[in-house]
């Protein structure tokens, strides 16, 4: 278990990134929390809030600091620093939304 600044829980953490000033934390089931690295302010996405998916297959950074999300819905891209999230699916020519843990990295 790992708790943020702000006591809040997360129970089961599947994978983590980070970046010079963001460390992300995916859950089995809680969504996607971004922690900023200077301040400790946490921003939690779920699929209620921007992710197409609470099931996240992998992550990765970029050399800008976003981070990608394969889920079994697609692809997607948060900006960290807008909190920003734009999906990559058939429309995009991703012929499979559906990925495996791991798929990334």
């Given at each position: 278990k790992i708790y943020l600044q702000n006591r809040e829980e997360i129970?089961?953490?599947?994978?983590?990134?980070a970046s010079q000033n963001w460390i992300w934390y995916s859950s089995k089931d809680?969504?996607?929390f971004l922690v900023?690295?200077?301040?400790?302010?946490?921003?939690?996405?779920t699929d209620s809030n921007g992710l197409k998916n609470s099931s996240i297959s992998g992550l990765v950074t970029d050399s800008n600091e976003g981070l990608w999300i394969s889920t079994n819905k697609g692809v997607s891209y948060i900006n960290p620093d807008l909190k920003t999230v734009q999906h990559f699916d058939s429309d995009y020519?991703?012929?499979?939304?559906?990925?495996?843990?791991g798929c990334i990295s």
């Open positions: 129970s089961s953490v599947k994978f983590i990134t809680q969504g996607l900023n690295r200077n301040n400790d302010k946490t921003t939690l996405f020519g991703i012929d499979n939304a559906q990925f495996i843990d």
